[in-house]
């Protein structure tokens, strides 16, 4: 079977499964809860040109915004209600709905803005579940609002996030870097390079503020001297092995060679460095963000770049969505046919009997194995966007939630 019939069948398949088992998250937010998932109906439902697909989306986003009615609390991106409120601005962006979200996302601010201040970890700047990601939805709010208010508002709190970052650096040799947990079980500390929860989120954060006049003079700095210290975290490596590690302790340990996936490793940066080399128009760091993403295009042992599952966080799909975005940004054909090798792989996997269309997720914690997930991140609603991405007519934003687009 041809690889798009091979994807329509399994688009089918996801829709039909998530009809049956969305109200089962118990979360909220973009990553890992039914925000997201309701991304994928909207998409779909334009894809196949259904209404009744976008209209349990809308269901689905009318049981977010009564759950936090009903006094859920998590702020965070992946899980809460940044993630959740983040979602539906970018529905109305696309045009899927017609709501005026300054009148229904306005009070979030204040609750959001709570938690950037009591955060007592000044260092916590993960963007799945720290400031990164509240700042974030705010940086969308900025660009959305229709009112001067609350632009003004937005730009205060903006403000306040680049303050921070300045606040708490620590600065070397012209290089900015944050220590964060690496891994807390371990009390092990030190300096993330990842794009999920470490310095290539950051970067990819000042990058988009850099783009905008108001906040381009207050982040340059800020935004040059982080990628500074990336580039230098750099190591040699054979041809098939990663070009920088995912961390560095504060002695100076320096992890192995990491994945290749979204949340870890190469692609993160690459994609990273070379938003920034855009933003400020520096054509050698945006070379260099590609150079390091064709790199990575040769890494094709499953074992040797740690791939065992499909999903967008650290599986086949994550990785494939990257190139495809990449081409369609590009337009360099090294994309598309690392695209097109990674999909062939992704739709292998969906080998599982139990799983969700063929799919699991493979969980390393403390309860090792697979396990059946509806979620962006991680599961089927995540993989099934990647498959619409990839064949859809049409451009989609919704990557700009893990930073890509």
């Not at 039914?34 to 779909?44: K, R, T």
Request: glycine share 8%.
């Amino acid at each position: 079977m041809e690889t798009d019939a091979r994807i329509h069948q399994k688009l089918t398949e996801i829709n039909k499964i998530i009809e049956s088992h969305w109200q089962e998250s118990k979360d909220i937010g973009v990553l890992s809860g039914i925000s997201g998932i309701a991304l994928f109906q909207f998409y779909y439902s334009r894809l196949v040109k259904e209404e009744s697909v976008a209209d349990l989306g809308a269901e689905m986003i009318s049981a977010t915004v009564e759950r936090i009615n009903d006094g859920f609390h998590l702020p965070t991106f992946c899980s809460g209600i940044a993630g959740a409120a983040w979602t539906i601005e970018l529905l109305k962006e696309e045009e899927f709905v017609e709501l005026d979200t300054d009148e229904l996302l306005g009070d979030l601010d204040d609750f959001l803005e709570t938690f950037l201040k009591l955060d007592n970890n000044k260092n916590f700047y993960d963007f799945l579940h720290g400031v990164m990601g509240v700042g974030f939805y705010f940086l969308k709010r900025y660009q959305r609002t229709a009112s001067a208010v609350f632009k003004k508002k937005y730009e205060k709190l903006l403000m306040s996030v680049i303050d921070r970052l300045k606040e708490t650096a620590i600065k070397e040799n012209d290089t900015l870097r944050w220590e964060s947990n690496l891994r807390r079980e371990e009390h092990l500390i030190g300096y993330n390079l990842s794009l999920s929860h470490g310095h290539s989120s950051i970067i990819n954060f000042l990058s988009r503020l850099a783009r905008i006049g108001v906040f381009k003079d207050e982040v340059t700095a800020l935004l040059k001297m982080t990628v500074k210290y990336v580039e230098e975290q750099a190591y040699m490596g054979s041809e098939n092995s990663s070009l920088y590690p995912d961390w560095i302790t504060t002695n100076g340990h320096i992890s192995g060679s990491g994945r290749l996936a979204w949340c870890y490793g190469d692609l993160g940066i690459g994609v990273s460095f070379w938003h920034a080399g855009n933003a400020l128009k520096n054509d050698r760091l945006s070379k260099k963000g590609l150079d390091i993403l064709k790199h990575t295009s040769k890494r094709r042992d499953l074992e040797e770049v740690k791939i065992v599952d499909a999903g967008l966080c650290h599986g086949a799909f994550g990785v494939m969505h990257i190139y495809q975005a990449m081409y369609r940004a590009t337009g360099d054909a090294a994309f598309k046919e690392a695209a097109d090798f990674w999909m062939k792989q992704a739709l292998d996997m969906a080998i599982h009997e139990d799983g969700y269309a063929g799919y699991c997720q493979w969980s390393a914690g403390e309860q090792p194995g697979w396990r059946k997930e509806l979620n962006l991140l991680e599961g089927i609603a995540g993989i099934g966007l990647a498959m619409i991405s990839y064949i859809a007519p049409f451009d989609t934003k919704w990557d700009e939630c893990l930073l890509i687009g």
